[in-house]
């Protein structure tokens, strides 16, 4: 799947890279969740997608925290409507 790089409309630069940041691991797990969708999987292979798919839940868990909303919502505020 070709993905089109578009830019965000951010102010604020740190909030930006993390978008962007997020925006990629985010493609990250639909391909690891679509690679476990193929049916004829061996266990090493599946044990090697679960393991990626692992790091990146916990990635984004820890991407997604108080900080990460803290810069969305003073964000918000700047909106004019």
């Not at 962007?20 to 691991?25: A, C, D, F, V």
């Not at 997608?49 to 964000?75: A, G, P, R, T």
């Amino acid at each position: 799947m070709q993905l089109t790089e578009r830019k965000i409309h951010i102010k604020n630069s740190t909030l930006n890279t993390l978008i962007i940041e997020l925006k990629e691991e985010c493609q990250n797990v639909l391909s690891l969740i679509n690679q476990l969708e193929i049916s004829e999987l061996s266990d090493r292979q599946k044990g090697k997608i679960l393991s990626e798919l692992l790091v990146s839940s916990i990635y984004l868990d820890s991407h997604c925290n108080k900080d990460f909303q803290d810069l969305i919502s003073d964000e918000l505020e700047t909106l004019q409507d």
